[in-house]
């Protein structure tokens, strides 16, 4: 009797084995898959709407970039194809570009470090730093009327900081004697700088709603020449 408990048991034994053997595995089910929100850094790359220097240049900068928001108003004399404006960085003057503010300029014809933007608001990013704005232009026949301009600017790390409306006007054109060639031509303008700050947020706000910062505000600084 015994003998066939004991053969019972280990059947029981077997069978239980191979049915725990033979039972379907139960899958796990996958994880849900859940993206971290972009980072200010991630999101200021994204909305990067001009490119102001070259891009294997951009990759040796070992200092930290910005953006700015800025408006454009030119009137008067000013009111031309384009308008240019001369940036340098104040600590580096090496760091420097040009940029045209014109609505059908011909970008073939200018430097690789030199590019245009439309009329009214504008997202430049630049390194982080303080920059000055040195000179403004307008085209004339062949050439260019340039006049000085002497307006502080502010650039800061990872951050989207808007810095008013430049509105310039030109009250007149006339003729500069001296220098080659020894006739140039030039313009008298008045300039100020206007705080349209709740525009300008809400115009970017429109344009880029997932950016996730508060836009900060350092107006530019104009000075007399």
């Not at 004991?6 to 595995?25: E, K, N, Q, V, W």
């Not at 070992?62 to 384009?82: H, M, N, R, S």
């Not at 790390?157 to 220098?179: D, F, W």
Request: glycine share 6%; aromatic share 8%.
């Amino acid at each position: 009797m015994s003998h066939h408990i004991s053969a019972l048991i280990t059947l029981f034994l077997l069978t239980g084995c191979a049915t725990a053997r033979d039972a379907a595995p139960v899958e796990k089910q996958p994880k849900a898959h859940v993206s971290a929100p972009a980072s200010p850094a991630e999101t200021l790359e994204r909305i990067r709407e001009l490119q102001n220097i070259d891009e294997k240049q951009l990759d040796s900068y070992v200092q930290e970039k910005g953006v700015v928001i800025a408006k454009t108003d030119f009137k008067g004399a000013l009111e031309q194809t384009y308008v240019k404006l001369f940036f340098q960085d104040i600590e580096k003057p090496s760091n420097k570009f040009e940029l045209y503010i014109g609505e059908n300029t011909d970008q073939q014809a200018f430097p690789w470090d030199a590019k245009t933007v439309k009329p009214g608001y504008f997202y430049v990013e630049l390194p982080a730093g303080k920059y000055k704005i040195s000179s403004i232009s307008i085209p004339v026949g062949s050439t260019q009327a340039t006049e000085k301009i002497d307006i502080d600017l502010e650039v800061l790390a990872e951050e989207v900081t808007y810095i008013g409306t430049l509105q310039v006007t030109g009250t007149k054109e006339k003729i500069k004697l001296g220098g080659l060639p020894v006739i140039k031509p030039g313009f008298e303008y008045i300039a100020v700088i206007l705080n349209e700050e709740q525009e300008a947020i809400t115009t970017f706000k429109q344009r880029y709603p997932n950016y996730p910062k508060k836009i900060l505000s350092r107006l530019m600084k104009l000075n007399n020449v």
